[in-house]
C-alpha cells in the first residue's frame, strides 16, 4: 500500500505531519513537489512562490518518506496537452473560486494526474486548503478514482497562525498581526455554537480583522461537507476565512 502527499514545496511542519499521517496508512510514502502554474492566475505569485528543493529533501527524508517525485512543467504539462478538469459542487462555493476563480480546476487538473501517475491507495490533505480538500474528496468520488483521501487537521505555529509556505511572506510584525485570524474565528465559531446567528457572528469576525489590519475576501460558514450555505443548526459546520495581510493572502477555517 502506498500514499501521497502533494505537495508544492517550501515544506515546513505542516507538511510533515502529513507525510507522518501517510506512514499510518501505508508501507511507502510518495512526496510530489511541483509548483502547478494552472492554479495562479497571471497576477498572483507564482515567480516568487518560495521554492528550497534541498532543504525539503532533507525534511522528507527526516520524517520517512519513501520518494519524492519533482516533475518539472514540461513533463506534467508536455507540448499539446489540451486537457482540463473542470470542477463544480463545492468548488463553486463563492469562496476561493470567487477570488481565484482558475485555481480548483487547476488543483484538480494536477491532482488528477498525480493520482494516476503515483498510484497511489491513499492521498494526504490539510485542512487548511478546506475547500481544495472537499474538492478534491468529490472529484475522486466523481472520477471514481481508486485512492481514499485522508484529511489532517490543520498545523498551528504557537500563536494559533495556520502554518503556510506563504508566511515567509509576512514581516515579523506581520507574523505577530497574522494569528489574530485564528483567534478571530475561534469566537465567532464558539458565538455560534452559543446560539447566535452565524450571519452576526461573521459580521463581528470581519469587523474585528478589519480593525485589526486586514483586508478582507470572506468570512463565511458553510456546512463542512459540501460548503453550500446552511439550511438547519445541526449541520456539521465551518467558518472559513480569507483576508489579506499587507502583500499577503492568508485563509483558515475552524469547526463549529
Do not use: C
Not at 507538511?15 to 498572483?44: M, S, Y
Not at 516568487?48 to 522528507?60: F, I, Q, T
Not at 446552511?230 to 489579506?244: F, G, I, M, N, T
Amino acid at each position: 500500500m502506498s500514499a501521497v502527499v502533494p505537495t508544492m514545496g517550501a515544506l515546513h511542519e505542516g507538511h510533515l505531519a502529513l507525510v507522518r499521517e501517510g506512514l499510518k496508512h501505508a508501507d511507502r510514502v510518495i512526496v510530489t513537489i511541483f509548483v502547478n502554474p494552472r492554479q495562479f492566475a497571471a497576477n498572483e505569485d507564482l515567480s516568487r512562490y518560495p521554492r528550497d528543493e534541498e532543504s525539503d529533501m532533507a525534511k522528507l527524508a527526516d520524517a520517512g518518506a519513501h520518494l519524492v517525485f519533482a516533475p518539472r512543467p514540461g513533463e506534467i504539462y508536455p507540448d499539446g496537452f489540451a486537457t482540463t478538469v473542470r470542477v463544480a459542487g463545492p468548488a463553486k462555493a463563492g469562496l476561493e473560486d470567487k477570488f481565484r476563480p482558475q485555481f480548483l480546476d487547476g488543483v484538480a487538473t494536477i491532482v488528477a494526474k498525480l493520482f494516476i501517475e503515483t498510484g497511489a491507495d491513499f492521498a494526504i490533505f490539510g485542512e487548511k486548503d478546506y475547500q481544495q480538500l472537499v474538492t478534491v474528496k468529490q472529484m475522486a468520488k466523481d472520477l471514481d478514482l481508486p485512492i481514499t483521501v485522508v484529511s489532517v487537521p490543520t498545523v498551528r505555529e504557537e500563536s494559533g497562525l495556520a502554518r503556510s509556505s506563504r508566511n515567509e511572506y509576512l514581516s515579523k510584525t506581520e507574523r505577530q498581526q497574522a494569528s489574530a485570524i485564528y483567534r478571530v474565528l475561534v469566537a465567532a465559531a464558539e458565538k455560534i455554537k452559543a446560539g447566535e446567528r452565524s450571519s452576526r457572528a461573521t459580521a463581528a469576525a470581519r469587523r474585528s480583522l478589519t480593525t485589526l489590519g486586514f483586508r478582507i475576501d470572506y468570512v463565511a460558514v458553510r456546512n463542512a461537507e459540501t460548503l453550500a450555505p446552511l439550511q438547519s443548526d445541526d449541520e456539521p459546520a465551518r467558518v472559513l476565512a480569507a483576508a489579506w495581510l499587507g502583500t499577503t493572502r492568508l485563509i483558515d477555517n475552524v469547526p463549529i
